[in-house]
């Protein structure tokens, strides 16, 4: 994972990006941690927090 310094560097379009695929990972996660065990189900709680650090930062980014 990214720490809010890195998600800062980066570019809007590369934000939306990351956001797509984060939450991409989380619906497959969540979808097989559904059906069966995860080994690590924090991993869930840890996807979705750095999803909406990606859009805390976004919005941050288009405010100014």
């Known amino acids: 994972m990214m720490d809010a310094k890195e998600v800062r560097a980066l570019s809007k379009r590369e934000i939306l990006e990351r956001i797509r695929e984060e939450e991409e990972q989380l619906r497959e996660l969540t979808f097989r941690h559904a059906i069966a065990r995860l080994e690590n189900p924090m991993i ?3 996807k979705r927090r750095f999803a ?3 859009k805390t930062i976004l919005k ?3 405010s100014t």
């Open 44 to 46: 869930l709680r840890e």
């Open 52 to 54: 909406a650090r990606l």
């Open 60 to 62: 941050e980014k288009n």
